[in-house]
């Protein structure tokens, strides 16, 4: 991709282990690391855990922001529950020091929250 299209970036989304397994890590480890290391960035499946943030920047070292942890703001099974909660995933977040991947952040309009969008979207 590099090659072909200057200034393209490669994100490795975490669900392929290096035995070429099917299996959602939910973190940078061992499993998924080579991936990382042949491409520009990962995106971790939203299931983490409140410790794998820290546990995939340590797997990072001097990339730690080239891991985007995955957080679905409709909640399903995501870290802090999502929807209004989703600042609580974000918060981890930013201590750990890691990026962060919305999944599905059209959920204010989607989920039609009230009184009216804009209200809501500003929220």
């Given at each position: 991709?590099?090659?072909?299209?200057?200034?393209?970036?490669?994100?490795?989304?975490?669900?392929?282990?290096?035995?070429?397994?099917?299996?959602?890590?939910?973190?940078?480890?061992?499993?998924?690391?080579?991936?990382?290391?042949?491409?520009?960035?990962?995106?971790?499946?939203?299931?983490?855990?409140?410790?794998?943030?820290?546990?995939?920047?340590?797997?990072?070292?001097?990339?730690?922001?080239?891991?985007?942890?995955g957080i679905d703001v409709?909640?399903?099974?995501?870290?802090?529950?999502?929807?209004?909660?989703?600042?609580?995933?974000?918060?981890?977040?930013?201590?750990?020091?890691?990026?962060?991947?919305?999944?599905?952040?059209?959920?204010?309009?989607?989920?039609?929250?009230?009184?009216?969008?804009?209200?809501?979207?500003?929220?």
């Amino acid at each position: 991709m590099h090659s072909s299209v200057e200034g393209s970036l490669v994100i490795w989304y975490d669900s392929v282990t290096k035995d070429g397994l099917l299996r959602y890590q939910n973190e940078l480890n061992e499993n998924n690391k080579p991936f990382f290391d042949l491409c520009d960035g990962l995106f971790a499946n939203y299931f983490w855990q409140k410790d794998s943030p820290k546990r995939s920047a340590s797997f990072a070292g001097a990339r730690k922001f080239d891991v985007y942890m995955g957080i679905d703001v409709f909640g399903r099974g995501t870290y802090g529950g999502g929807e209004w909660n989703t600042h609580v995933a974000l918060d981890v977040l930013k201590k750990d020091d890691v990026s962060a991947a919305l999944f599905a952040p059209g959920w204010v309009y989607e989920s039609k929250q009230g009184p009216d969008f804009e209200t809501a979207q500003n929220r």
